[in-house]
């Protein structure tokens, strides 16, 4: 099950847009960055997740 979040508006308007940056999530620990980024992926062909916390090398 995934609850909405506020950044979901915000990731929405970077979707739309022409011409954007690559994406960064930063934030506090347990507050869902990770589900919210996957279920995001999803709305994508291709999607690639690099967690630099499981990997820091």
């Given at each position: 099950?995934y609850?909405?979040?506020?950044?979901?508006?915000?990731?929405?308007?970077w979707?739309m847009e022409?011409?954007?940056?690559?994406?960064?999530?930063?934030?506090?620990?347990?507050?869902?960055?990770?589900?919210?980024?996957?279920?995001?992926?999803?709305?994508f062909?291709?999607?690639?997740?690099?967690?630099?916390?499981e990997?820091?090398?």
């Amino acid at each position: 099950m995934y609850i909405e979040r506020k950044a979901d508006i915000e990731l929405e308007k970077w979707r739309m847009e022409t011409k954007h940056k690559p994406l960064l999530i930063r934030g506090a620990r347990q507050v869902g960055k990770t589900k919210t980024i996957r279920e995001f992926g999803k709305k994508f062909d291709n999607f690639i997740e690099i967690n630099f916390e499981e990997s820091p090398r």
